[in-house]
């Protein structure tokens, strides 16, 4: 089945050290997203790329970057992670601008 | 800007009654409006959309939802509740201001369906 998968489900990283989140699709969505989920209150759009070009929220802290080597694969990289990063990150995918996303599974991260 | 309200954190009702939670929303122009659910420590599923037509859309596991533009309402309904629809739901309305895609959330109600 097309899916958007996220690994790993759960992370546990120490406060500072850099720690990476993937994101695959099968769906040959052009556009993909990373959110950032806290305490099952509403998803925060964090960034996205519309094919290669990467659009960044404007109160996405530097801390945190993406990266999107192809078109399946997504990557959030969380530079110095803060006790305050630990959130559900879910990954999401769309075809073009009419229709709604497709959403990962998510990867909850620890920060210790 | 565009926005979505979901005035209600917890909707509580009892299994077989009917269900509502409630979703406005404020946009310029005409929305896209969809609906999500979300289980615990799960990714968010969709549910419905609203972009055109017909002002009842159907969704997935007997969801369906009325879009009311003169009250700017999209309120999504069952019939009749299953223990397991107890799940947090998300309403949303699709950015469509230029060079924008993203899907604006509202903060989320909480459904509890009790046996």
């Known amino acids: 089945d097309a899916m958007v998968i996220q690994n790993p489900r759960y992370q546990v990283t120490q406060f500072g050290k850099p720690v990476t989140l993937s994101c695959s699709q099968t769906l040959n969505h052009n556009v993909m997203y990373w959110y950032q989920q806290k305490s099952s209150q509403a998803p925060k759009l964090l960034f996205h790329y519309y094919d290669k070009d990467f659009n960044n929220e404007a109160d996405t802290p530097d801390n945190f970057q993406s990266r999107r080597p192809n078109t399946s694969f997504c990557f959030l990289d969380i530079r110095s992670p803060g006790l305050g990063d630990a959130a559900m990150y879910l990954c999401?995918?769309?075809?073009?601008?009419?229709?709604?996303?497709?959403f990962g599974s998510g990867t909850r991260l620890t920060v210790v | 800007a565009q926005s979505v309200a979901q005035p209600e954190d917890q909707v509580n009702v009892a299994e077989g009654n009917p269900l509502t939670v409630k979703c406005t929303y404020s946009?310029?122009?005409?929305?896209?409006l969809f609906w999500y659910v979300q289980y615990p420590n799960r990714g968010l599923q969709f549910l419905l959309k609203y972009i055109t037509g017909d002002n009842l859309v159907k969704g997935s596991y007997g969801f369906e939802a009325e879009f009311n533009k003169s009250q700017t309402s999209f309120h999504l309904k069952k019939p009749s509740a299953l223990v397991s629809d107890s799940a947090l739901y998300f309403c949303?309305?699709?950015?469509?201001?230029?060079?924008?895609?993203?899907?604006?959330f509202g903060s989320g109600t909480r459904l509890l369906v009790r046996p």
């Open positions: 949303a309305v699709r950015d469509m201001t230029e060079s924008s895609y993203k899907l604006i």
């Open positions: 999401a995918t769309s075809r073009g601008t009419t229709y709604g996303y497709t």
């Open positions: 946009v310029s122009g005409n929305p896209y």
